[in-house]
């Protein structure tokens, strides 16, 4: 899985699908989140940056998290003086860092991480009291959206009652799905959505 986003680094950005998901995924995050700028985000599967640079802007430090190297060094060629976002590159499933964030963002990695349960639950464990989570992803589909094959894919979108249910299931309340964007492409429609929630204290 990490090499396939080791090869696609490069060229990841090209393109308007992905730019327009992230500027839609953070339109909708930002109409329904208030960003401080004391505070600390994380962004994880962050990949190239596409959502962490807009949400940097707002607050006092971003720290991408991502498993593939290529994805955070296209990440890290964009930080610049005015502007930059913090990088781990590691599985904090098995391996969680020593510091907690005001809130966890991302957009389009859950569905490659197979233990949905456990990923909440590691969330869960990197937030600090009363910290949200807004975390972007498919609606079910039908195996079709990933046009060049579902390696490293291990789910078809999801099914809102059933996520709703595994994010309570981890410590979260106030549980919101929010429409985001929907991609069209080869004659079909591909919806995302946003999920908001906040730790339960
Ligand atoms: C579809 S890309 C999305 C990248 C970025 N969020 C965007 O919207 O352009 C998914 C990213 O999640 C990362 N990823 C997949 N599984 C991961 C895991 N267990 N931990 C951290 N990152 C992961 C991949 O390496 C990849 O960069």
Redesign the pocket.
């Known amino acids: ?2 090499e ?3 090869k ?2 490069e060229t ?2 090209k393109g308007d699908m ?1 730019q327009n ?2 500027h839609s ?1 953070f339109q909708t995050l930002s109409s329904r989140i208030s960003l401080l700028n004391h505070m600390e985000i994380m ?10 640079f807009k949400i940097a802007r707002q607050v006092k430090r971003v720290t991408g ?4 190297e290529k ?2 060094e296209q990440l890290i060629s964009k930080n610049n003086d005015l502007m930059e976002v913090k990088t781990v590159c ?4 098995k391996s969680p860092l020593d510091m907690t964030f005001h809130g966890i963002v ?4 859950m ?3 197979e233990d949905t349960a456990g ?1 909440f639950k590691t969330f869960h464990g990197h937030l600090k009291r009363d910290g949200f989570i807004a975390i ?1 992803d498919l609606e079910s589909e039908d195996g079709t959206f990933h046009s060049h094959g579902n390696e ?1 894919v291990y789910h078809f979108g999801f099914e809102r009652d059933t996520l709703r249910h595994t994010i309570e299931e981890a410590g979260f309340e106030h549980v919101r799905f929010h429409h985001a964007y929907t991609v069209e492409k080869e004659g079909s429609d591909y919806p995302i959505f946003l999920v908001t929630a906040i730790k339960k204290s």
């Open positions: 899985m990490t396939r986003f080791d696609a680094a990841w950005d992905r998901i992230a995924v962004d994880f599967g962050a990949g190239t940056g596409l959502l962490s998290v991502d498993l593939s994805m955070l590691r599985d904090i499933m991302s957009s389009m990695a569905h490659h991480v990923l972007a490293g």
